[in-house]
């Protein structure tokens, strides 16, 4: 799927010879292999180079392809700031910012020193019992069907019900949640997705104004009832961070299953690898999330600098495509081979002082996914003649079938 996005003038500063097209648009969807086909041919590419159409609403970005390079942009606060990466306040004309993603030092620092005791590994622990009980739920539940359409029937929901949980939210508003995140993050339609944040925000704002009168044990009463530098946080704040949680909690975590369980069912013998070792999963999701990253954050040029040869002014948005660097062939032997031994380090919870906060839920509920699927389903493969759709943006399968 394409669409035809204005074309915008390119700036004096950037070469043209550096202008170059880039696959990965928010709100298209392709049948190519997004990793072994298009993360590949970009890596022919310049190190750095200029994209059209890289932004949510089909405008310009420099493009970081290597990963020494997207390294050193996650510490260079000097000349990139992470203010107003994502285009949510802007379009329904507010001023908060994703709390603490969007945030840059010495704030950031003081708001993740807020919000990192929710999500320590000793925190998430006290969570196995509840993720693994709504894991085997879901597995049980078609097991005896022979076959799921994995991104609805389990992907989307089962971490979605933990974040629920997390934010005191009902269950059974997760139909509307997820029609919501859809618009956010996979449509190109700008007004489309300005309609979805001012949903979203709306009903943050009445969460919040509730939980004033109404606390809870959840997130949306922390943040309520928190004290930052002798205050209580302010409307922007409260929003900035409960959005922040929306967007990670629906998206993030359905999407890396979605393409880890497609790569087990391309390859069988990784699923019996697992089958016989359940003790290697959890490096098996390390692999795996290193080969299949679906994220893309941006950063603004806020003091110009040079990278490379590469001049960056005021205003230019840059792309951090952990899809690109997962990939990179400078950085990786052999990017396109997935080796459960092979112990990479990888940048897709991002890396330094913006490493994800909820990096160990992340990682409990793939790996309770992971141990509760292979546990409870013989070996699954994908239907004959079945090809894969994938949005792009956020690199994630349109749907999975799996049969057994």
Sequence with gaps: MSFAFPKTPRPDHVPENLVLPFPYI??????????????????????????????????????????????AMYFNTEHFSS???????????????LMPAEMDPPEHGAYRALVSPLFTPAAMAKLDDRIRQYAREYVLGFKDKGECEFMADFAFEFPIKVFLELMGLPLDMTPLFLEWETNLLHNHDMSQIAAAARKVVDYLREQIEDRRHNPQDDLITFAVQASFQGRPLNDAELVGFTFNLFIGGLDTVSTHMGLQFLHLARHLEHQQELRDNPALIPQAIEELMRAYPAVTTFRTCVKETEIKGVKFMPGDKVAMSTTLVGRDPEEYDNPGKVDFHRKARHLTFAFGPHLCVGMHLARR????????????????????????????????????????
């Design 83 to 97: 203010k107003g990466f994502s285009p949510f306040a802007m379009l329904i004309g507010e001023d908060w910012n």
């Design 365 to 404: 509920e793939m790996r309770i996914a992971m141990e509760e699927f292979l546990a409870n389903i013989p070996e699954f493969r994908l239907p004959e003649n079945f090809e894969v759709e994938y949005h792009l943006g956020m690199v994630q399968p349109v749907t999975l079938p799996l049969k057994w």
């Design 26 to 71: 928010f709100g298209t969807t392709t049948k190519a292999d997004p990793f072994n086909e298009l993360a590949a041919s970009v890596h022919t590419y310049p190190d750095i180079f200029y994209a059209e159409h890289a932004y949510p609403g089909g405008t310009p970005a420099w493009i970081l392809r290597r990963t020494e390079d997207l390294r």
